[in-house]
């Protein structure tokens, strides 16, 4: 089964810059859907962006413009580059990857915007 490890994350000051990323080892890479989530405490989790095999992304009205999706299917992995960050973008940043029988998350990486 395929296992995720996150990383970038840190403390960045508003309209600031971030690139998280997610490396995949132990499944098909390719054939999954991958998604970056955050969970703010107090607040459900939400997706941010995903990206299909394909390359196809969707994000979150909140982001858009701002965040980038991208994923090399050589190197499996999947990053995140957030630009003019805001402290409403303060979170803990999740990798998952979906496939049709499998829905795999990773630890997860803080990211907390402050002056």
């Known amino acids: 089964q395929v296992q995720l490890v996150e990383s970038g994350g840190g403390l960045v000051q508003p309209g600031g810059s971030l690139r998280l990323s997610c490396a995949a080892s132990g499944g098909i890479f390719r054939i999954y859907n991958m998604g970056w989530y955050r969970q703010a405490p107090g607040k459900q989790r939400e997706l941010v962006a995903r990206?299909?095999?394909?390359?196809?992304?969707n994000y979150a009205d909140s982001v858009k413009g701002r965040f980038t999706i991208s994923r090399d299917n050589e190197k499996n992995t999947v990053h995140l580059q957030m630009n003019s960050l805001k402290p409403e973008d303060t979170a803990i940043y999740l990798c998952n990857a979906q496939s049709v029988t499998r829905n795999v998350w990773g630890q997860g990486t803080q990211v907390t915007v402050s002056s």
């Open positions: 990206i299909t095999p394909g390359g196809s992304t």
